[in-house]
């Protein structure tokens, strides 16, 4: 297993496939789209692990400071592909995240996940040791 930041065009869209899975609203286009413009605006980190040379997961962090939270990392995709899931990637991935974090300057890592996604809570909850603090909340505005 080999983890890796996917930085360069050709990485991040290695990582579509896997992505997919999670934010299925998304063309690879827009995805490569978002990822640069998170990458260069709001140094998003895009992460996969390979295992035998083929990327099985992949997850996008980046740091944030809020009067909450103070200044924290936020994981803003986790996905592992559903063919090899429960095999550790999830857990290789956010303990990558978290000592990441630490060797920045981070001691929090906060993400959010969908209300329908059981067994992710059940892995942030138990696997990872996750408390669940809050719901998240959101409104779309015009069109």
């Known amino acids: 297993m080999e983890i890796k930041h996917l930085n360069t065009e050709s990485d991040i869209l290695l990582g579509y496939p896997v992505m997919k899975h999670l934010r299925t609203h998304l063309d690879e286009k827009s995805y490569l789209s978002l990822v640069k413009e998170a990458q260069q605006q709001e140094s998003y980190q895009l992460v996969g692990v390979f295992d035998n040379s083929r990327l099985v997961a992949v997850t996008g962090f ?82």
Not at 112 to 127: V, W
């Open 62 to 143: 980046m740091p944030m400071v809020t009067l909450y939270n103070g200044k924290f990392i936020w994981v803003c995709d986790l996905v592992t592909d559903p063919d090899v899931r429960s095999k550790g990637y999830g857990e290789a991935l956010l303990t990558y995240v978290h000592d990441w974090a630490q060797e920045q300057g981070y001691n929090k890592v906060s993400l959010s996940s969908g209300l329908q996604r059981t067994d992710a809570h059940r892995f942030y909850e138990e696997k990872m040791k996750y408390d669940r603090v809050s719901y998240v909340f959101l409104k779309k505005l015009g069109s």
